[in-house]
Structures are given as structure tokens and as C-alpha cells.
């Protein structure tokens, strides 16, 4: 029975879904990357060639770093009002539709196509293409696109290509598999340019981004013979640096890197919550210790969110860090 549920959809079935729909909107989770963006500008750029509707829904607005993806004009938080009611709405990169946040109008499994990579995916749609060895959900979304023979143009390529270079940090991640490394190639054969997404996504930093990474490295504890480190950002750093969150998208990375480090933590404390950033060398599986606080990811990021203190969010991460065998 639970297997049978969790059972992921093939490609001809999720593609026989996609030609019988009429129109599509295109979901990505809050504070969006360029993996779920990406994936779903990707599929709706080939839906919308063949005569579909499509409309990108995120509650949150594209980050700076994202707006040259083609089509990133058109995400918004509203939904077109003379959309059907047989509109499918693919949710891209994200375990749970709940992480699509609150501000998506509710919307009937029946209508929900999940398209995934991440451990622990809840299978929440009538349909789930959850695929964990992808690297990106664009690459899963790829595999979509082979089934549907679309012509892979620039624009798409370059989608495709921003999601696996988000979800391997630029080929660094142990998900850099031989076949991420081949489709990028056949990527930029078809026109992506990977020099653009490497400035706009990693050579573009802010001076108020670096300066809020100095307070950040300032900040940084270790723990654990050395094999933890943390460190937080919260609303006076911001209002002192002039950076914002979306500038800490990456800065946990830094943690990670120290000699000697398993696993980091980054613990954003602010607009009233506190979210928090785990990094693995590999050893311990940071996905299971967030899952255990309500939160998810992959075996070597994932993320979580809480409410409380900062001292009290340091000390729950750090039990359950031991639990998973720090
Ligand atoms: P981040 O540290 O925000 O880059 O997130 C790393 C990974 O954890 C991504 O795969 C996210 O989808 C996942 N993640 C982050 N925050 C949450 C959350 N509150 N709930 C579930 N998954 C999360
Ligand atoms: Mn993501
Ligand atoms: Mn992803």
C-alpha cells in the first residue's frame, strides 16, 4: 500500500498529463533558487509552445541574482482569474506543497503534479515524478522534455543549465554525477551560456553581501572537536551591513568549508522566524536531522524553520545533530 502511494510516475504518463491539460501554473517554493525557478520557466516555456497557458506563481519576488532567467519577468503572485478549473499546477522542487507557501490558493490534488528530487517527497500530487538521483529538478523536468520531443532552444537551455549548476554549487557537490556533467554539455551546445549564469549567480556578489559574510565569519562558532560549525545572522547585522536575506543564500557554503568541519549551520534570525542552513561533508545526513524539526532537504543540505530564540534554536539543532551522529 505505501509503496504502491509512493510509487513516482513515469515520463509517458506524466506527459500524456501534460498534453491533455489546457492550461498550467507553474509553482515554485518561497524564497526561490534556481533550481525550482528554473525547472518550472523550462517546462512552461516548451508547454507554452505548444499553445498551452501557463502563468509562474511564487509568493515571494525573484531574487536579484535570477532575473535574467528567460520568462522571469512573469512570475507573480497572482493567478490569472479566467484560468480553468482543469488548470494543472506543477509544483517544482519542493517535498511538500505547504512550501509553496501561504498565499497559493488552495488547490485540489487532483490538480497537483509534484516534480521533485528531494528525499522524504510527501507524494502530495495526483501525480508525483519524484526522482531523488537528480541532481536538479530541472533535470528530472529534462527527462519530461526528451519524453515530449521539445526542440531544447537557448532560452531553455539556460534554465536547465541554472538549475544543475544551483543544486551542484557550480559542479562542486558530490550530486556532480558523469550524467550532470553531460547534459551540461549537450546544454551549452544548444545555447546556454554558462558564463552568464556563472556572473549573475556566483560572480555578482553585493559589497553589503560581503561585508554581512565578514560579520557572519566574525560570528562563527565551533563545536564538537571542531567538527560543527555555526554561526546566525539576525536583524541588526542586516540593518548594520545593509544587506538583506537574500544576500545569505549561499554564505553557509563558507561554514562548511573550514578543515576539519562535517557540519555547519547557518541560522538566519529574522522578518520574525528563524531558518536555518545545514551543510554535510557527507557523513551525517543533515536531511534526517531537519526532517526530526519539521523541516527537509537532501543528505547533504537541508533546511528548517523555527520560532523562539536563537539560543534555544542552537540548542534543539545541536541535539539533534548528535542524534544523527555528529
Ligand atoms: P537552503 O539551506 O535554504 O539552501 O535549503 C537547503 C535544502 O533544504 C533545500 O533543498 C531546501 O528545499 C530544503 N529546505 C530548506 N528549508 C526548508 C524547510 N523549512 N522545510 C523543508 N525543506 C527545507
Ligand atoms: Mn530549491
Ligand atoms: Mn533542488
Known sequence: MIENELRSATEAEVVAE???????VMVSHVKPDGDTLGA????GIALKRLG???AYFNQDPVPRNLRFLPDAEFVSREIPSDFPPDTLYVFGDMSDHARAGEFLPKVDRANMLDIDHHLGNSHFGALNFVIPSECSTGTAVMRLLREMKTRIDPKIATCILTTIMTDTGAFMHSNTSPGALELSAELMRAGADKEQITEEIF???RVVATRLLGRIIDAMQFAHDGKYCYSHVDDAMLAQTGAD???TEDMVNVLRAQEGVDVAALFKAYEGEIRVSLRSSGRVNVQAAAARLGGGGHFRASGL???GS???AIAAVDATLLAEGL
Open 18 to 24: 501534460l498534453r491533455r491539460r489546457p492550461a498550467f
Open 40 to 43: 518550472g520557466l523550462a517546462l
Open 52 to 54: 498551452k497557458r501557463v
Open 203 to 205: 560572480g555578482n556578489k
Open 245 to 247: 536575506g537574500e544576500d
Open 305 to 307: 524553520t523555527m520560532h
Open 310 to 312: 536563537l539560543d534555544e
